[in-house]
């Protein structure tokens, strides 16, 4: 079983940064591609960004060119560095683990935008 732990979220303003980070506690983290959803209130989670385990990179149209997801193979950690954010950026995030046919989601943290 994999546990995920997120952390970084929190409220900034319209225009500020915020860096994500999943912490993942399985001992192969470096084969599962990880990936960052979102959701906001009375939406369906949705795709934020996915690193696979060679580091190809997928990013939704809402974060492409702002976000940068990475990962640290060494600190079984996978990162979200949100630039210029915007209201509509506001969401529960989450960390997502897969490795076919599994998949592991961490508890999620708030990212709120606003002044």
């Known amino acids: 079983q994999v546990q995920l732990v997120e952390s970084g979220g929190g409220l900034v303003q319209p225009g500020g940064s915020l860096r994500l980070s999943c912490a993942h506690s399985?001992?192969?983290?470096?084969?599962?591609?990880m990936g960052w959803y979102r959701q906001a209130p009375g939406k369906q989670r949705e795709l934020v960004a996915t690193i696979t385990s060679i580091g190809n990179t997928n990013y939704a149209d809402s974060g492409k060119g702002r976000f940068t997801i990475s990962r640290d193979n060494a600190k079984k950690t996978v990162y979200l560095q949100m630039n210029s954010l915007k209201p509509e950026d506001t969401a529960v995030y989450y960390c997502?683990?897969?490795?076919?046919?599994?998949?592991?989601w961490g508890q999620g943290t708030q990212v709120t935008v606003a002044s």
């Open positions: 997502n683990a897969y490795l076919p046919p599994n998949s592991y």
């Open positions: 399985g001992s192969i983290f470096k084969i599962y591609t």
